[in-house]
Nanobody, 116 residues
Framework: VQLQASGGGLVQPGGSLRLSCAASGSSFRFKTMGWFRQTPGKQRELVATITSDSSTNYADSVKGRFTISRDNAKNTVYLQMNSLKPEDTAVYYC???????????WGQGTQVTVSS
């Protein structure tokens, strides 16, 4: 298995979750990693990225609420999600976004449901 995402669940609006995604292989540390999300009938959306030297970028929809981080020793990328909203409900995935052709096979993702 190349990517294993975990940490999703059901949370009330305003709550928090921390997602983790473990990758296999020795080249993780050189890759820019991203968290994506997808809802039924919609295209997968990139919500956050982190470069090999931990520079981060966020979609406007999550800026100020989500924080992406990584631990290269554990080949793991994290997504701390605070102040969750119902519109954050989706299946969340991680994958490499750079360099070109560095993408892993997509894993199963982890479901996040924000509902009262």
């Amino acid at each position: 298995v190349q990517l294993q995402a975990s940490g999703g669940g059901l949370v009330q609006p305003g709550g928090s979750l921390r997602l983790s995604c473990a990758a296999s292989g020795s080249s993780f540390r050189f890759k820019t990693m991203g968290w994506f999300r997808q809802t039924p009938g919609k295209q997968r959306e990139l919500v956050a990225t982190i470069t090999s030297d931990s520079s981060t970028n966020y979609a406007d929809s999550v800026k100020g609420r989500f924080t992406i981080s990584r631990d290269n020793a554990k080949n793991t990328v994290y997504l701390q999600m605070n102040s969750l909203k119902p519109e954050d409900t989706a299946v969340y995935y991680c994958n490499a976004v750079a360099p070109p052709h560095s993408q892993y096979n997509w894993g199963q993702g982890t479901q996040v449901t924000v509902s009262s």
